[in-house]
């Protein structure tokens, strides 16, 4: 995927959907999830007027999400050779931001909320480097953010509108914490409201530069860090802007050091140059972490070792948007021995 198609895509980040989650983390409970990717076969199906176009056997049989957009492609051939009707050829084609208001439909994000602050418009890019970014932030009141301070946390870096944190805060009332870091104020200030909604006891959004304040803020938690992940990325294509990207060594060390014994840190990317340049950083941890599948045999790797599913339960928005888009999730999974 170029650099225009990535920018491209992220535009649907800030189209309006709903929400709902489940939780990762322990191995059991990454196995017993009933988590099913939503497939293009699925998705289409549950949609009335567009399951009227699909009806061949053979046209269903192709529906898997790493083939999405050649079923785009056949959708539309398929429907005007049918000769469907002009009610139905007028009907809109499913877009990525349709598949995650499904995949999400159970967070029920309230719409009021949405209309309070309006349409979210966040520019496509930002660089974490610039002074205004490099302010570290202020280290909340633990106990003003979470109702218990002291449980094992959650860290989500560069977590965008907020909804994959949130389908799995929902999902481990009272066991967990889940806070997401984010450099685009507007995107906080709307996850912020969206978990007021919910009453949500258990997460916390902060308009931060994780590669400036993450130690800080891992440092003065109460509780142990427990997981964090950094999922799809900002690419910065060009290579002198490669140091824009949120993962360097100070950071995968702070992750590293700051997890407790059983901690674990999943990264992923659609942009294979990217995934493996975040990999680079924890592989280079061998004494400190392994690699999950090392721990768990069900857990498996194809043989470039990337893992093969997402363990997570969920998947995020940019996720569903590149799968959409047929491009391959690149995703490794490190726990630190208990
Ligand atoms: C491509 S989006 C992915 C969002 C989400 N993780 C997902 O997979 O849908 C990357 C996000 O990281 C944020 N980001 C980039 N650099 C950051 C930094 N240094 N600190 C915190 N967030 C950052 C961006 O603003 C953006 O929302």
Redesign the pocket.
């Known amino acids: 995927m170029n650099e225009t198609n990535h920018s491209k895509e ?1 535009k649907t980040e800030n189209e309006l959907v709903t929400t709902q989650p489940i939780g990762p983390f322990t191995m059991n409970q990454i196995k017993t999830s009933s988590f099913k990717p939503l497939t293009m076969a699925n998705t289409i199906l549950k949609i009335p007027l567009l399951s009227t176009i699909i009806t061949s056997t053979a046209l269903k049989s192709s529906f898997n999400s790493s083939s999405s957009s050649l079923l785009h492609r056949h959708i539309c051939n398929c429907s005007s050779a049918a000769s469907v009707s002009q009610h139905q050829q007028r009907q809109p084609q499913i877009r990525s931001p349709q598949l995650v208001a499904l995949e999400y439909a159970d967070l029920s994000i309230p719409h009021i909320v949405c209309e309070e602050l309006g349409v979210v418009r966040v520019r496509q890019h ?1 660089n ?1 480097l610039s002074s205004s970014l490099s302010v570290p932030v202020e280290v909340p009141k633990w106990e003003d953010v979470f109702e218990d301070p002291k449980l094992p946390l959650v860290v989500d ?4 509108s907020g909804r ?1 944190l949130m389908w799995l805060a929902k999902r481990n009332p009272g066991s967990k914490n889940y806070m997401g ?4 104020k507007k ?1 906080v200030t709307r996850a912020e409201k969206w978990a007021e909604e919910l009453a949500l006891s258990n997460i916390h959004f902060l308009f ?4 400036i304040s993450f130690k800080q803020l891992i440092s003065t938690y109460p509780g142990p860090l427990m997981f964090v992940s950094i ?4 690419p910065h294509f060009k290579k002198r802007h490669h140091k824009r990207r ?1 993962l360097q060594k100070p950071l995968a060390e702070a992750i590293v050091d700051g997890l407790m014994p059983g901690g674990q840190v999943f990264i992923q990317s659609d942009v294979l140059e990217v995934a493996v340049d975040m990999r680079k950083y924890f592989d280079a941890e061998s004494d400190k972490l392994v690699h999950v599948d090392n721990i768990d045999s069900s857990l498996l790797c194809d043989n470039e070792g990337w893992l093969a599913t997402n363990p997570m339960g969920i998947r ?4 569903i948007h590149a799968e959409f888009e047929g491009a391959k999730i690149y995703r490794r999974m490190y726990q630190k021995p208990s």
């Open positions: 992220r930002v974490p870096i560069g977590c965008g994959f870091l984010e450099i685009r995107l931060a530069n994780a590669s999922l799809c990325p900002d949120i995020t928005e940019r996720e």
